[in-house]
């Protein structure tokens, strides 16, 4: 009888139950989902945050890179509802054209480069039958992953194309807007640089 006794006491006390198995299961597993699920929500915030970063980024390189164009403009005139606009360039000594891309600058790879510049081709810089040289305002490089700036609302203040207004805004692949800018650029060409 004894060494039935040993034999019970032995079995009781060593291992886990089946059930008690399974429950130390389901416990971890729901565990590791509720921890699973915190840093899929910390990467999307930090992918957000990211996204931010970069579309502010592109919209001071716009700004920038358009102002150092329209700084030195002469004979300024807005075109397409203001979406587009024509200037002699003093910096280059040539017309210029700035264009929101419509899909068409690179039908390859089927991206949208946002601002496009148009430098004259011309050899005298006039602005009749010029033909242009598109180029991005800004690199593919610069600007992030699937976000392109656009220029929208280009105004002139005043008959001597002294204060160029416009309205710079950036985009995010599916189209959303995130970022707005309204910019003012004070020319520093007087009607009477520009070339006749």
Known sequence: MKKIENNNRRYSKKGFTLIETMLTIIIMSLAMMLVSSGVM????????AQLKADAQTLMATSVTALNAELVKAGEVAP???????????????CYMRV?????????????????LIAIAD?????????VY?????????TSS?????KVSGITISGGDSSCICYTMKVYNSDGEEMETQDVVVHSSVTPEQTQS
């Open 79 to 93: 075109e397409e509802g203001g979406s587009a606009v024509v200037f002699y360039s003093e910096k280059r000594g």
């Open 133 to 141: 040289t598109w180029v991005p305002l800004v690199t593919q490089q």
């Open 99 to 115: 264009y929101n891309d419509d899909g068409t600058y690179d039908t390859v790879n089927n991206e949208n480069y946002g601002i």
């Open 122 to 130: 011309t050899p005298d810089g006039t602005r009749d039958n010029t």
């Open 145 to 149: 992953v699937g976000l392109y700036a």
């Open 41 to 48: 929500v910390a990467h999307k915030v930090l992918e957000d």
